[in-house]
């Protein structure tokens, strides 16, 4: 009998539930932890979205790049080194030392510019200028003081000196004489006179000094001791009139130089007896395209003699010894001389390596960290949206499932307003419009996951309304009623929480849904905007045929990551909603 006993009391214990076997059996939590564990998907899915959450989150602070840095590496480009331009603009030189003035070179272009006389005669700053042709494109300006007015009175010559010049009989008669030759200035005694002609038969007589030269040719110092010289008047006057006149040689200054002629306007200088070069001539004047760019003298004459001989390209030696090939091209009435330079290039389109495991993009920026940083931008934008549309839908749907009556109707209606609207062409308008204000891509970043959170709640509304139709005549929800808990607790603390699971199952399954939406909106510019990335703008690249073809390393991982995120969730999502079946076997 006692053995009985025991044995019953055994039975008893073993049957009995203790506070652990009361947890294991009885809660609802564990039993539906348990069922989500054993569906293999769902296991698979959770890994997933756990690594991408490492590689996005964690991954982006690790990496040793940011997201928006460029890297750069050296090579050879041909590039525009130097511009050159045949000059078609007189230069002045002053044989005074005081430049002329801008209004003298100004009317001396206007005089000359039409002219057929071997001299022009013209008035600037209130003095009479002579402008002799010595050769084409080669002036000589002179200016004086005036002497005297002459008239002519039939074959009769009035002159009535001016102030207290001294006019002779031999003056007045070669006066005379180039009045009635119509000479613009004449020579006498070594001295040069000018004569201007004034109102009817009135003329003034002047005597001239050289002032200035006026020339298209362009001088350059092979040394800067050169300088100085190169600027002199009688230098720049003896050298074009014997480089004119074909000389082989010129004197000034007491010291005789030689002239190595190039063509009509083209002349290397040197000094007679010295085998180094003072300076070179011509009218191609050559620049560098960059201020920080010294070009020597002699890449100065070996272009200008091509550009003169109609060459397309040109041998130079530099200062290292190496032989550079530039290249002559015509742009407008500029040549542009371009050459092989080693600079500094952005790496775009770089292939994987160590320092780059999935390459660069082309922007020159590292991919991986592209990426990481990319889906930290997806995720987020993923759970902030699905969150919004939970919050709003789930207000909007516990409202009009409890109130019923005129307001579930009312908000109802609202929601078919909402579901009328077309989501994408309503995105896209967005996406324009703030293309249009210019706005920042951070801020963008809110307003796309605002207006797609707002554009997405209507499916939640109808989905907590439903349940929550069924809920509320439910015994509990009479008790609540009975016991005068207000509206809002009985709608969001007694009622909404039975939808939790529904809700939950829902919003983990359209994360995936959202993610694609967000990449598309990307793919097609309307995203998130550059420096920023996401999955989708990453994949943008890939709307050029040649970056699909050629460079798979740019849009395939963006394009597995976002395939596997969504199958993660879609994965995560079906084992919840079968672990929240109360009808699975078990």
């Known amino acids: 009998m006692s053995e009985e006993k025991n044995k019953n009391t055994s039975n008893e214990q073993q049957l009995s539930l203790d506070d652990g076997r009361r947890v294991k059996v009885l809660s609802p939590g564990m039993m539906v932890f348990k069922r989500f564990i054993r569906n293999k998907l769902a296991i698979v899915g959770i890994c997933v979205l756990i690594f991408m959450f490492v590689f996005s989150f964690v991954g982006g602070i690790v990496s040793p790049y940011r997201q928006d840095q460029?890297?750069?590496?050296n090579d050879f480009a041909n590039?525009?080194?130097?511009?050159?331009?045949?000059?078609?603009?007189?230069?002045?030189?002053?044989?005074?030392?005081t430049p002329l003035s801008t209004m003298v070179r100004a009317t001396f272009n206007s005089k000359v510019k039409n002219a057929s006389e071997e001299s022009v005669s013209f008035t600037a700053d209130g003095?009479?200028?002579?402008?002799?042709k010595l050769d084409d494109d080669f002036y000589t300006i002179s200016s004086g003081q005036d002497l005297a007015t002459i008239a002519l009175l039939g074959k009769m010559t009035d002159i009535k000196p001016i102030g207290d010049a001294e006019i002779g009989k031999d003056l007045k008669d070669a006066a005379t004489e180039a009045i009635r030759e119509n000479a613009a200035s004449f020579e006498l005694d070594g001295v040069e006179y000018s004569i201007t002609k004034g109102a009817a038969k009135s003329y003034t007589l002047g005597a001239l000094a050289e002032t200035g030269l006026a020339s298209k040719l362009s001088f350059d110092a092979h040394d800067n001791a050169y300088t100085k010289l190169i600027a002199d008047y009688e230098f720049r006057k003896e050298a074009e009139t014997a480089m004119h006149a074909e000389a082989d040689s010129f004197t000034a200054g007491g010291v005789e130089y030689i002239l190595d002629t190039?063509?009509?306007?083209?002349?290397?200088i040197y000094e007679k007896g010295r085998d180094e070069a003072i300076a070179s001539v011509s009218n191609v004047i050559v620049s560098p395209v960059n201020s920080d760019v010294f070009l020597p003298i002699e890449y100065k004459d070996a272009a200008?003699?091509?550009?003169?001989?109609?060459e397309t390209s040109f041998t130079y030696v530099n200062a290292d010894g190496e032989e550079e090939t530039h290249t002559i091209t015509m742009r407008g009435n500029n040549y542009i001389i371009?050459?092989?330079?080693k600079t500094l290039l952005i790496d775009m389109?770089?292939?994987p390596s160590f320092a780059h495991p999935l390459g660069t993009d082309d922007h020159g920026m590292d991919v991986l960290t592209r990426l990481m940083y990319g889906g930290r931008i997806s995720l987020m934008v993923g759970f902030v949206v699905m969150i919004l549309e939970n919050i709003i839908g789930i207000i909007i749907g516990g409202i009009s499932g409890y109130f019923g009556g005129w307001t579930d109707t009312l908000l109802m209606r609202f929601v078919d307003l909402f579901n009328s609207i077309p989501y994408y062409p309503m995105m896209i308008i967005a996406g324009a419009i703030m293309d249009s204000l210019e706005v920042d891509p951070y801020k963008r970043i809110f307003l796309l996951m605002a207006i797609m959170g707002i554009m997405g709640w209507t499916g939640v509304a109808r989905v907590v309304r439903g349940q929550i139709l069924s809920l509320r005549e439910q015994d509990f929800m009479v008790a609540t009623e009975a016991t005068g808990i207000r509206v809002s607790r009985r709608i969001f603390i007694h009622l909404v929480p039975n939808v939790m699971p529904l809700l939950i199952v829902q919003a983990t399954m359209g994360l995936g849904g959202i993610i694609l939406t967000e990449a598309?909106?990307?793919f097609l510019g309307l995203g998130i905007k550059y420096p920023l990335a996401s999955w989708g703008s990453i994949i943008n690249a890939a709307s050029q045929i040649y970056v699909m073809t050629n460079f798979w390393f740019i849009w395939i991982p963006a394009g597995l990551l976002i395939v596997l995120t969504v199958l993660g969730f879609n994965f995560v999502g079906d084992g919840l909603r079968d672990a929240f079946d109360p009808k699975m076997k078990r």
């Open 127 to 132: 003095n009479t200028y002579i402008a002799t």
């Open 262 to 268: 190039d063509g009509e306007n083209s002349a290397v």
């Open 349 to 351: 389109y770089a292939y």
């Open 70 to 73: 460029v890297f750069y590496k």
């Open 520 to 522: 598309t909106l990307s």
């Open 79 to 97: 590039k525009e080194y130097a511009s050159a331009v045949i000059n078609n603009e007189y230069r002045f030189t002053s044989a005074t030392g």
């Open 338 to 341: 371009s050459t092989m330079q």
């Open 304 to 310: 200008a003699e091509a550009i003169a001989n109609r």
